[in-house]
Nanobody, 128 residues
Framework: QVQLAESGGGSVQAGDSLRISCAVS????????MGWFRQALGKDREFVAS????????IYADSMKGRFTISRDNVQKMLYLQMDTLKPGDTAIYYC?????????????????????WGQGTQVVVSS
């Protein structure tokens, strides 16, 4: 059974940092590109960042560049999102997702519908 379990969300002040995690089980993690998305109340789901299966390719949404850092640990089957200089506009539920790449491709993925598996999300609240 495939499981993606986010953790580490919480309530912080503007300017603070937070690292959220995603523990993955039930699939060959090293064969999957991974991504983070977020959804604020009343808004559409938004792409945050994606990392290729070996971590060699990374892409961020423009509004997150320089503030967020995506990383992965293929041994521990973990995905991370380090969020610095948080703003109230970053308040959302953050979701991790897995997109099958196979043993050769090093793709990243920005399209939510292309992902195969999703976690349940972790809430991040940033107060001014």
């Amino acid at each position: 059974q495939v499981q993606l379990a986010e953790s580490g969300g919480g309530s912080v002040q503007a300017g603070d940092s937070l690292r959220i995690s995603c523990a993955v089980s039930g699939l060959p993690f090293a064969f999957y590109a991974m991504g983070w998305f977020r959804q604020a109340l009343g808004k559409d789901r938004e792409f945050v960042a994606s990392i290729s299966r070996s971590g060699t390719s990374i892409i961020y949404a423009d509004s997150m560049k320089g503030r967020f850092t995506i990383s992965r640990d293929n041994v521990q089957k973990m995905l991370y999102l380090q969020m610095d200089t948080l703003k109230p506009g970053d308040t959302a539920i953050y979701y991790c997702a897995a997109d099958y790449s196979g043993p050769l491709r090093q793709n990243v993925q920005v399209v939510a519908d292309e992902y195969d598996y999703w976690g349940q999300g972790t809430q991040v609240v940033v107060s001014s």
